[in-house]
């Protein structure tokens, strides 16, 4: 999957609308220190969130939403689950070369 630099919200949207039903590895930065890493499939996309299930114990679903602006900004990154690339470059990395 390749890794797409981004810097609006809509092209945010308008890719992660292509992905509905692909599964994605979502790393939420919830502050204070604490990170949450979940596996779950792209379900919905609204006008200012999208919708990942993931599958909890027991067999149990629950639906996590999550902003765009939060992906642009990178406190929520989005990986291919094969690979374990980036799926979208947060803002602050667009620049950095290495």
Do not use: C, W
């Amino acid at each position: 999957m390749e890794e797409l630099a981004v810097n609006h919200v809509e092209e945010i949207h308008e890719h992660l609308s292509q992905m509905v039903g692909q599964r994605v590895k979502v790393k939420a930065n919830m502050g204070r220190t604490r990170v949450i890493e979940r596996m779950g499939t792209i379900k919905t996309v609204h006008p200012a969130v999208f919708i990942v299930e993931v599958n909890e114990r027991r067999g149990r679903t629950s639906r996590q939403s999550y902003q765009y602006v939060d992906v642009l900004t990178g406190s929520v990154e989005l990986f291919d689950p094969e690979s374990g690339e980036h799926i979208f470059t947060p803002l602050g990395n667009q620049s950095e070369e290495h």
